[in-house]
Structure formats: structure tokens, C-alpha cells
């Protein structure tokens, strides 16, 4: 029996070896992930990646709890954070904690994340205390795409930092295991990390955070458009297309199957 990373073995990692999150929404993925990262997010992305939504405003919990057990069957060291769905947890910091609650519960995912920093804080603590460990996520949060009106980066002017930086700290103080921050001029990020006590965690943020994060689809090309911040470490989509028009192809031509892809009568 492998044991997983927990949120307390997550948040002990601040300053020390880099933290290596990636998303994943499928058991297989997730088998792959479980290899060489610490953490599997199970993102809300996933409402853009899998289902071809224009944000991640329509995903639902129920959503977010599939896709959760999945990648819960699919790894079995990684820690499982399941994001919490917009409309989910806003509310009330009760009905954050009755969210969280299904998600632990139905999928046995060890943690889960929120969007927003002192807005959320006293959400954190009533969860924290209850025991809900909470990955925070500040900078560009995208479930507020309606009010901000476009992605764009945070912080590229000096005078937009101390709301950033009062963010990290307020849901650190709070009792959060660690915070995602995405999207903000490097020199901020470097900053907020060296100045609050938990992990950081960046997505287009600095190489200074104690982990970092991408989106599997975004990292491996499979997806059409993908942020600045993006590296693609592979090129799927043209392997999955080249394997899509052979097979199309060789089933024109009657090359497949091959006898060795039918079954033979019984030898009597
Ligand atoms: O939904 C997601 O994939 C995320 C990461 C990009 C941090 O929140
Ligand atoms: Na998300």
C-alpha cells in the first residue's frame, strides 16, 4: 500500500524541493501524473478542456465529483486537490463547507480549492477548522470572468500589488495549505512567495514559487489556444490527428483489420 501526500506533507514543503502540480480529469492521465507529481488538480478547467465551455462559470459540482473519482481510482500517491465549481462555496462559508463535504466525501480526495483571497478568508477558517484542507488560488481568478470582462495578467504596475499581496497573506493566515497564483508579473509572485508562510503555487507567475502547475491539455498541445504562460512539452494534437487519418484511411482501403485483428472458427 502506497501512501499519499496529505496537505500537511504539502504545506511542510515551503522553501524546499519545488512542488510539482499538474491537472488531470481522466483515471488514466492520472495514472501517468501520479508518477511524477506530488499533487493532481483536478481543475474546473476542466469545464473548457473536456466539454468545450467558454469558461468555467457553467461547470457544476457534480461535474467537478465525477471527474474527482476518477482520478481518485486512477493515482495512488499524489494528493487529489478537486477545485470547487463556481456558485459552489460563495455563498455562505456553510455552504462552502457542505460542498467540500460531498466532494471529500464522494470522491476521497484529500483537499480542495477555492478561488479568492481576503474575501474568502473567513470561509478558509471555517473549513481549515473543520477539517477541509483548502488550496486557495489568487492573482487571475477565472470564475470571475463576467466582472473582470477579459484574462488578462495582474500586477504589471507596482501600484496593484498590495491587494494581491494582502490576498496571499489574508488566506495564509487563515489556515490554507497553500495558494495557486496565476497569471501576475513575476516580480510579485517572487515576492508574495517569500512573504507569507505556505507554498505558492504558479501558473504564469515565477520560477521563484515553491511549485508550479500547468494544465495537462494546454502542456501536452492538445489544446487549440493556451495562454503566454504556457510551455507545450509535446504535440498531441498532431499525433492524434496523424493516428486518426491512417485509421480513416486504411479503413477506406480495406488494410483494416488485418487478419490478425479478426478471430479465427475454433480448430475442431
Ligand atoms: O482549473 C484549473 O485547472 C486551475 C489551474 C489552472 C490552477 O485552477
Ligand atoms: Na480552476
Not at 496537505?7 to 492521465?29: C, F, M, N, Q, W
Not at 470582462?149 to 490554507?176: N, Y
Not at 501576475?184 to 504558479?202: D, Y
Request: net charge neutral.
Amino acid at each position: 500500500d502506497i501512501k499519499r501526500f496529505t496537505a500537511p506533507d504539502i504545506r511542510a514543503r515551503k522553501g524546499g524541493e519545488p512542488i510539482v502540480v499538474l491537472t488531470s480529469y481522466h483515471a488514466h492521465t492520472a495514472s501517468l501524473a501520479d508518477k511524477y507529481c506530488e499533487v493532481i488538480l483536478v481543475g474546473d478547467s476542466l469545464g473548457m478542456v473536456m466539454h468545450g465551455m467558454e469558461s468555467t462559470v457553467p461547470v457544476t459540482l457534480d461535474m467537478m465529483i465525477l471527474q474527482g473519482r476518477a482520478v481518485m481510482r486512477g493515482s495512488q500517491r499524489a494528493l487529489v486537490v478537486v477545485d470547487m465549481p463556481f456558485g459552489s462555496y460563495e455563498a455562505s462559508k456553510e455552504q462552502a463547507f457542505m460542498s467540500a463535504v460531498r466532494i471529500l466525501k464522494e470522491t476521497g480526495c484529500g483537499a480542495v480549492k477555492l478561488e479568492g483571497g481576503k474575501r474568502m478568508a473567513e470561509t478558509i477558517r471555517f473549513m481549515t477548522e473543520r477539517g477541509v484542507p483548502v488550496m486557495a488560488h489568487v492573482g487571475l481568478t477565472p470564475q470571475a470572468i463576467n466582472t473582470l470582462g477579459s484574462f488578462k495578467a495582474q500586477g504589471r504596475d507596482e501600484a496593484d500589488w498590495a491587494p494581491i499581496e494582502q490576498d496571499a497573506l489574508a488566506v495564509a493566515q487563515a489556515g490554507a495549505f497553500s495558494v495557486v497564483l496565476e497569471a501576475m508579473a513575476e516580480p510579485l509572485a517572487r515576492k508574495v512567495t517569500g512573504a507569507i508562510p505556505i507554498p505558492t503555487i504558479g501558473i504564469g507567475a515565477s520560477p521563484a514559487c515553491d511549485g508550479q502547475v500547468l494544465v495537462m491539455e494546454d502542456m501536452l498541445g492538445l489544446s487549440p489556444r493556451v495562454p503566454k504562460f504556457v510551455k507545450r512539452y509535446g504535440d498531441l494534437a498532431g499525433g492524434i490527428e496523424k493516428a486518426i487519418a491512417d485509421y480513416a484511411a486504411e479503413v477506406r482501403s480495406r488494410a483494416f483489420p488485418a487478419p490478425e485483428h479478426t478471430y479465427a472458427m475454433k480448430k475442431k
